[in-house]
Structure formats: C-alpha cells, structure tokens
C-alpha cells in the first residue's frame, strides 16, 4: 500500500510541478533543465537457475540534467546526476552477506514468508543525445555509470516451519560491482516517456555472486 501511495505522490507532484513550470518558468529555461523520475520494473536478462524471481520488482530513478542545445535545432546533448533504485523479490535468502563469495539459498517450501528482497542502491551519472518537437514528442537515447552505495537484504517471515516470525534487515552486502554501466531510451510526449535500461553487466562481481542482470522497464515523468 506505502509503494502505491509514493507512485501516486510521485504523480501528483509531477502534474503539478508541470503546470507551475508552464506559469512560472520561461521555455528557456525548461528547455536548459529536465527533472524527472523513472518508475520500472526490472526483467532479469540472467537469474540463476535454482531461484524463482517474481514477475515484478518495482524500482525507481530521481534525476535532473543539464540540456546543451546543438546549435539552433530543438535537439540536445544532456549530462546530470541521479539516485537508482533496484528492488529483486525472489524465494531465496542470502546465506551470509559479508561471505567471500554471495550465495543465495532458496527458502524451504515449509517455511512462511511474506517477503524475500534485495535493495541496490546507485549514484548515476547520465549522459544523453535529446530529440524533441515544438508540439512537446520526445525521443531520447543515452548512457549512464552507476556507483554502488547502498545495499541490504529484507526479510519478513518465519525463521522456522515452527517460527518464530521476524523482521531482519542485513545491509552491506559484499562482492557487489562497485559500477554499473548501461545504455538508456526514452520515448513519449510532454511530461510522460516510456522508459528502458539495457545494463550491460552484472550486479555482483564474476565468480563470487549470482549472475544478476536487469532490463529496466516503465515511465518516466518530467515535470519541466
């Protein structure tokens, strides 16, 4: 319910932040700055073999970049920062998150639970080639490196098939890429853009994690 409040609030603030943005900003203006935010779900490109991923693993990006225009063409190159969020909802629990090696172990099928996840956090930098129209059609195409700066597992369920019934979050997990890399598109009209993110590597490094590699799906909305 708390994560269907936030994409409404996320929302709400964006219609709003675009209309204050139309009285208030020049199109000079909007045109130099984007803020936005991405709303996703991650489809696994590799998972192991062992563990069952759920269908949706919501995720989210807060951004804002700087828009360079090319010359006098409504086209731009733009540059920024921005904090990802990457959430992966499986059946399986990290045995031990300061291993050498990460090993994820499935949940015995006696054992009640309600929620298994990984959280991954990222420092992004973007960087982006713009195309947009006076009539507000936009198309856009870009890469970006991501930092790793956060990460924990959450667990809410039984320890047991007998209990007792925890909450345990671990954070710090070991062995993570210190840097994703991967390539972004976006297409969409005004403030709303479908959304993509192809990364290239995997989160954990080769040999000592699960082999983890997602497609970012969803929307994108950008007030101004």
Request: hydrophobic share 40%.
């Amino acid at each position: 319910m708390k994560k269907f409040q936030l994409i409404i609030a996320i929302c709400f603030f964006a219609l709003l932040g675009q209309t204050v943005s139309a009285q208030v900003l020049s199109e000079s203006a909007k045109r130099k700055i984007t803020v936005g935010a991405d709303i996703f779900t991650d489809i696994w490109l590799k998972s192991p073999d062992d563990i069952e991923l759920r269908t949706i693993h919501q995720g989210a990006t807060g951004f804002a970049m700087y828009n360079f225009q090319l010359g006098e063409s409504m086209s731009s190159f733009s540059v920024g920062l921005g904090i990802r969020n990457h959430n992966i909802y499986s059946n399986a629990r990290v045995e031990d998150v300061k291993a050498d090696t990460i090993k994820m172990v499935p949940i015995p099928a006696n054992v009640n639970y309600k929620r298994s996840k990984i959280n991954l956090v990222y420092l992004d930098l973007p960087f982006e080639f713009k195309f947009r129209t006076e009539s507000g059609f936009k198309v856009s195409a870009g890469f970006k490196v991501g930092w790793s700066i956060d990460s924990k597992e959450k667990y809410v369920g039984d320890l047991t098939s007998s209990g007792p019934k925890v909450k345990e979050k671990r954070k710090g997990i070991s062995n993570l890429e210190t840097w994703t890399y991967g390539a972004t598109f976006r297409i969409g009209y005004k403030a709303f853009n479908l959304y993509t993110y192809y990364q290239i590597n995997d989160f954990f490094e080769k040999g000592k994690g699960p082999e983890l590699q997602p497609l970012s799906v969803g929307l994108t909305i950008t007030p101004f």
